[in-house]
Nanobody, 128 residues
């Protein structure tokens, strides 16, 4: 069956780094735009980043620009989110999501309702 499995979350101190992985099974992720979202209790999913299926162009929320990097390894069927200089406000459950043949510049990439497939999430906690 089609699945995403997120991993790489954990507890870190402010200023430290984590790399999240989103491993796909049951489909080839290079046919999909991949979005990363995060959610804290009581709030809607927040779009963090997106990488397009066609040209690999990337997009970031203003709150993470310069700190986070999304990348795709088609050979491993995996998408990564490198998170540097982490802040307490980055604490959330992080999810990857997929849109078939999606172009991040065209779809409303920060809207979670625009994606059909979701992983189970991985917890990121940034605290001293």
């Amino acid at each position: 069956q089609l699945q995403f499995v997120e991993s790489g979350g954990g507890l870190v101190q402010p200023g430290e780094s984590l790399r999240l992985s989103c491993a796909a099974s049951g489909f080839t992720l290079d046919y999909y735009a991949i979005g990363w979202f995060r959610q804290v209790p009581g709030k809607e999913h927040e779009g963090v980043s997106c990488i397009s299926s066609n040209d690999g162009s990337t997009y970031y929320a203003d709150s993470v620009k310069g700190r986070f990097t999304i990348s795709r390894d088609n050979a491993k069927n995996t998408v990564y989110l490198q998170m540097n200089s982490l802040k307490p406000e980055d604490t959330a459950v992080y999810y990857c999501s997929a849109d078939f043949l999606g172009d991040c510049a065209i779809i409303d990439w920060h809207n979670p309702r625009g994606y059909d497939y979701w992983g189970q999430g991985t917890q990121v906690t940034v605290s001293s």
